[in-house]
């Protein structure tokens, strides 16, 4: 039994979409946790694919999927951004145990000059890293940070190098021990569009992100696990239009207009068809148009500083807030 | 009779709904002249709509409405931009003659930023402004200048002033004899994203562009003629998904689905209900959302300095494009 | 007697250099006053310039002129980030009291194009401007907010209008009862660059600032009281450039080479000709080059984001951080 | 003999400072010729450095140095833009002869934050990179068109890593025939700040650009010829003071004030203790601060299309400028 899926990143996405389908609780080989808090309107689930079988369902590799959701991620709203910097920092650690020696390498995936596509490179450019002092003026240096490193190697558009072979290039000049990659997602609903980061220990696989990637970042790939962190920040055109059609046939349903034998053929047309259709209709613009927030530009900047700090506090545990503006250029 | 018109600035379009509506080629009160050039796959609309009665059925003021079209311009082409800067200003003079005499004031609305909405600011930083020139060292300047002056002065969400009030102030202080207002439109079409250009006689009116706006900036708000320069560089959602919609239900129908009673329905359904309906799925994001193409960052760049440069050309006659260098700082 | 003052818009500078060539400490006409807290390496002077001479010695008007100086103001630190918040938004109030029905208008001066001339710009786009809201929906209206509005009219270059006409306007449309307007300015010493804030109920003067100013805004051209806040970014070239060759000279003279006609010459030679020297010889470049840190837009960003909020605690005292980003857009 | 050198990247400042020491015309071991274009006040020097004498004298390594010198460059003129482009592209060519087959790898150094040192980024993000096409769809592509690739690393102290070793990985990957950095300079004339252009068969040496490199990229350590090609677009703040302290000394000299021990002193001063004493004295500052032209960054953006066009031209022979855009996103 195979689902058709319209364009999700996201685990807890595509387990909302399975469900719908089977109206079962369960999905074999997917275990689900939940936590919440309701000061932070936070809730954090943990989505774990266990066997092929969960991961051929969900059509997304075996393993965990933790995903930090609020509203409040998306304002500006200075009290409540200390308290996400924490939780990122906390769940990363939960999600990949990390030893004081650990190298890491954190990878900026996506295009800074496409606004929504930014993320990674926005983390990127506000993490603490240490590689070079530590090689250079290994005296001044605290004890407790750790070797880290980062870099943005632009999208395959404006390098014409597959992010992979770049990062293959460099994992094999520097030699980490994990790789952490920050990539900006696609949504299928429009209310997670800025509001939930998305952490697993699977790494980016193709085809997944903002832009086109034809090559994965992966354990497979690059000899070493990889922890992938995103927020959704786009959700594609003809999900949109798919998703509002079938609410819109499900509102004329519940308003008494659900005889005959046309509302009946849409209902049951194959899902897929239907939006291939709409891809079809809106090609050759789909691809290339997104569907995004106005404010998507501050956001981004807030939430790629939310990352970065988090980031910062789960790799250099000995760091404070105040330490790390002097590492900071 | 009145017609239900999705969200478009555009009077091409509207004119197109209309017709789509009618059937006939005509519209009673509205005339249209058309011309077009191979090479740069241009074609120029001028839409004249000369009474009420055309006003009422198009669902805008009563003028004239020039739309030069081309595919190439939102390509990154530099022999035919060249082309079109020529073309900008020769269709901006015909639209409204200038004495030598005359003062402009040219305004660039929409914010700064969020890249579809900046057309007018980036249109207003390129621009050869020349009144304080005029004033503090008139014999270095050439006499073949006109007085410019131009400001973009944000978007109400965050100035807390109407705009149409800031431009009520500055023209008090400097009295213009004509304005030119700058402003990001919506398109109803995706392919007419970015690939349009359209000038009218009739300034700007509350609820047309990118932002929302309150209040019009036109010779009934200012007191002086308004010529609006406006690129769409976004469509809305809900058009977008409303258009989609009805492209599907006419594909299903070309595939013989074309009988049953709900087929119907849907295709009588009041079409302002139904668009109502999707607003209200797509609502609390309705508003907030905007589609654009990925590349929107350059090619409004390039927009931006095409249209400035076009307005040069047009107020400063005496100017070529050696000399605009010396007085864009 | 006068004093010649090579380039600086902070009254702790313009005192200080007094107090060089004088050797003595008190300046008639101004009194000063000094405050410090070590965690947070701060130092608030208050110079008070009382009467003519005062004003006439100092090179600026009469009025109050308060410093806020940190080395951390510079850093990216987080803890100390929200100190200075406080800081700025205490001193607002000490400066001028505001009644709960006060409007106030938020003028940002200088140009969004150049980093070092931002701030003005960067720290209005941060504002909780509510003017509007209060004017169309008052019942959403916190009763502790006042009306605030804001604008950032961009440089007499871009514009070809002097600032003081575009505010002017403004005022007479909006009537507010105090304007604030930010500035970014330049400082003497390369240690103040981003180190400082100074605000001042004597508004902006030409001349000042970054960018050239030819009118000023203040209570006499405006007709409503103007507090200026202002943090220098920059250092004029020619300021650099004559106080390192004076140090230069002190550390020669230090050195034992305090002999001779020619260096007693070069320590007499009125300091006005020497300064008027450098920058005849730096022309045609000065007044086009200058002196920042390469950080500095990184360090604007922070800045203005700390003024901003400064402000926005100043202006809306019931509204807690909390509130802020709703009322942010 | 070995000359002291202030801070210069220029070849042909080099030059100047060992011929205003000497006196002599020629320095052996370098070779140098001239072309001039008056309708471009355009100057092209070539400076050879033809054995290890001229190599040390120069404080260069051995090769040929190209720069293209014109006041225009640095002015926002359409029409002397195009010319320079062309004369950017034959000159790259002339400096280094390229086969059909051979692949391309650009580099852009610099730091994408730090206006002035943008422009290595900015290029790479306007080339016409063809790599990914050539491998995915080799048949949509012309065959006039050379695989090229690009990548702007970012610079080590956001990276942690040594630029060169993350250009050494890439070069392992996807083995270039030739590398092509981009960098922006320091030079020590104010006039050449943003009017040259120098390209070298050289490759880029530890020490020299905007940012601090402590690894080359040139043939030793890449394999492959490395080809320069950057535009000064700061002075260093110390270079500045000292050469403009030499200038007022010699304005002095001239208005008679020649006599005397301690001038005598001062201009036979240790040239090179001089510039320490300066340096000294502007640290802790120096090296964090620059000197800049108010406009950098319009100017930049118009150079980096500049460069960037340039090498498309000499790289994509049979492209010409209408089908550059099909290429770039």
């Given at each position: 039994?195979?689902?058709?899926q319209?364009?999700?990143?996201?685990?807890?996405?595509?387990?909302?979409m399975i469900?719908?389908?089977?109206q079962?609780?369960?999905?074999?080989?997917?275990?689900?946790?939940m936590?919440?808090?309701?000061?932070?309107?936070?809730?954090?689930?943990k989505v774990?694919?266990?066997?092929?079988?969960?991961?051929?369902?969900?059509?997304?590799?075996?393993?965990?999927y933790v995903t930090?959701?609020?509203?409040f991620?998306?304002?500006n709203?200075?009290d409540?951004h200390?308290d996400?910097i924490?939780?990122?920092?906390?769940?990363?650690?939960?999600l990949?145990?990390?030893?004081?020696?650990?190298?890491?390498l954190?990878?900026?995936?996506g295009n800074?000059?496409?606004?929504?596509?930014a993320?990674?490179?926005?983390?990127?450019?506000?993490?603490?890293?240490?590689?070079?002092l530590?090689e250079?003026?290994?005296e001044?240096?605290?004890?407790?940070?750790?070797?880290v490193?980062?870099?943005?190697?632009?999208?395959l558009g404006?390098?014409?190098?597959?992010t992979?072979e770049?990062?293959?290039?460099?994992?094999?000049?520097?030699a980490?021990?994990?790789?952490?990659?920050?990539?900006?997602?696609?949504?299928?609903?429009?209310s997670?569009?800025?509001t939930a980061?998305q952490?697993?220990?699977t790494?980016v696989?193709?085809?997944?992100?903002?832009?086109?990637?034809?090559?994965g970042?992966?354990?497979e790939t690059?000899g070493?696990?990889?922890?992938?962190?995103g927020?959704?920040?786009?959700?594609?055109?003809?999900?949109?239009?798919n998703d509002?059609?079938?609410q819109?046939?499900?509102?004329?349903?519940?308003?008494?207009?659900k005889?005959g034998?046309?509302y009946e053929?849409?209902q049951?047309?194959?899902?897929?068809?239907?939006?291939?259709?709409?891809r079809e209709?809106?090609?050759?613009?789909?691809?290339?148009?997104?569907?995004?927030?106005?404010?998507?530009?501050a956001?981004?900047?807030r939430?790629?500083?939310?990352?970065?700090?988090?980031i910062?506090?789960?790799?250099?545990?000995?760091?404070?807030t105040?330490d790390?503006?002097?590492?900071?250029?």
């Amino acid at each position: 039994m195979t689902f058709f899926q319209t364009r999700t990143d996201l685990a807890i996405e595509a387990r909302e979409m399975i469900q719908k389908e089977d109206q079962t609780g369960e999905i074999p080989g997917v275990k689900v946790e939940m936590e919440q808090k309701e000061d932070l309107k936070l809730k954090i689930t943990k989505v774990k694919i266990m066997d092929n079988k969960g991961a051929e369902v969900m059509g997304k590799p075996i393993g965990t999927y933790v995903t930090i959701e609020s509203p409040f991620l998306k304002e500006n709203d200075m009290d409540t951004h200390e308290d996400f910097i924490r939780i990122v920092g906390k769940e990363l650690i939960r999600l990949k145990e990390l030893s004081e020696e650990d190298v890491i390498l954190v990878v900026g995936l996506g295009n800074w000059n496409v606004t929504p596509d930014a993320l990674g490179p926005k983390v990127v450019s506000q993490l603490v890293v240490t590689r070079h002092l530590m090689e250079y003026m290994p005296e001044q240096i605290d004890e407790s940070l750790r070797s880290v490193s980062a870099i943005s190697p632009g999208v395959l558009g404006i390098t014409g190098i597959e992010t992979g072979e770049i990062i293959q290039g460099i994992v094999d000049k520097i030699a980490p021990d994990v790789v952490i990659a920050i990539d900006a997602l696609a949504a299928r609903k429009a209310s997670r569009v800025n509001t939930a980061i998305q952490m697993s220990d699977t790494g980016v696989h193709p085809g997944s992100g903002v832009g086109n990637k034809r090559m994965g970042l992966n354990k497979e790939t690059l000899g070493v696990p990889v922890i992938a962190v995103g927020v959704p920040t786009v959700i594609d055109a003809a999900t949109l239009v798919n998703d509002t059609m079938d609410q819109l046939l499900d509102t004329m349903k519940a308003e008494a207009m659900k005889e005959g034998p046309f509302y009946e053929m849409l209902q049951n047309v194959n899902k897929e068809e239907k939006y291939q259709l709409i891809r079809e209709i809106l090609a050759p613009y789909v691809g290339n148009l997104f569907v995004t927030p106005k404010d998507i530009d501050a956001t981004i900047d807030r939430l790629a500083h939310l990352i970065a700090q988090g980031i910062n506090m789960a790799l250099h545990p000995g760091l404070d807030t105040k330490d790390i503006g002097r590492y900071i250029n």
